[in-house]
């Protein structure tokens, strides 16, 4: 890669920031693209400060993660009207200055879920009622999926389940609702929850599908005990590849290189579980 006068900025806002797997992905990305960009990864506090430093400094698009999903929406200039719906950013693109925002999480979870099965009809649990359950409850919703929500702080979970009109259960009484689809949208799984899950092994069944959002650990205790149940799994990095892969369609209008996107960092994965 030749970085020179003309090569643009792009990058991911967080706190912590230095685990994502962002960098790998999106520079394999222009890389095979031969797009003139690179990625960086900013662990900012400052949120407002930070997005008047992306308009000033010119910088094209940032990834947004935890926990500035939603605070960065005051700063911006407009919104996406599906982002609006989910009330969470996770991209942004900066037109000429104007900093617009979007959610990529939705349309990636969805599409790892539909690479495996059809949804419409399903009965579903998230677990977990943060931005990424929210994206993914509103877009399971729209395909015809029926949700129900299980998180740790009833109002949160209460709040969310409100918003998608479905019930809500406390974290310990999910065991009395059987479904066909689990979704795990919760830390717990990874550092420094490895070893955790959010629910006892009664949750899965045969006939289940478990996904867990969480791409690092691959194979999380979720997963682990929903595979000695007998339930098919899904791990987080389809997810995660497709919501970067509609992020640099976003930023850059060129197709995405989804496969160099998935072993960019599926080899990185794999490099710091050994
Ligand atoms: N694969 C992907 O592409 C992808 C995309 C987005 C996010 N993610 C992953 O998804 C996870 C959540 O992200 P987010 O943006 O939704 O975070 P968030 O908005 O902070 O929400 C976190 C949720 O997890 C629950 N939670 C946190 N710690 C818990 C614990 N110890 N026990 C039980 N519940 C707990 C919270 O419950 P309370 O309401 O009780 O606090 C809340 O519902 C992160 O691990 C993130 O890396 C993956």
Sequence with gaps: MNIDQNTALYGVIGNPVRHSLGPVMHNAAFSAAMINAVYLAFEVEDIKASLQGMA?????GLSVTTPFKSAVIPFLDEMDPLAVRIGAVNTIVNREGRLKGYDTDATGAVKALEEKMVLKGLHSMIIG????????GFSLKERGVRISIANRSPQRGA????????????LNRTGVKKVDLLVQTTPVGMFPHEGESPVSEEMFHEDLVAMDIIYNPRETTFLKMAKARGAATIDGLGM????GAEQFL???GVDPPFEIMYRAVESRLGESST
């Design 56 to 60: 000033a400094l010119g910088i094209k």
């Design 129 to 136: 009622a943060g931005g990424a359950a929210r994206a993914i």
């Design 159 to 170: 709040s969310l389940a409100r918003d998608l009109d479905c019930p809500y259960l406390p």
């Design 240 to 243: 995660f590849v497709h919501q």
């Design 250 to 252: 976003l930023w850059t």
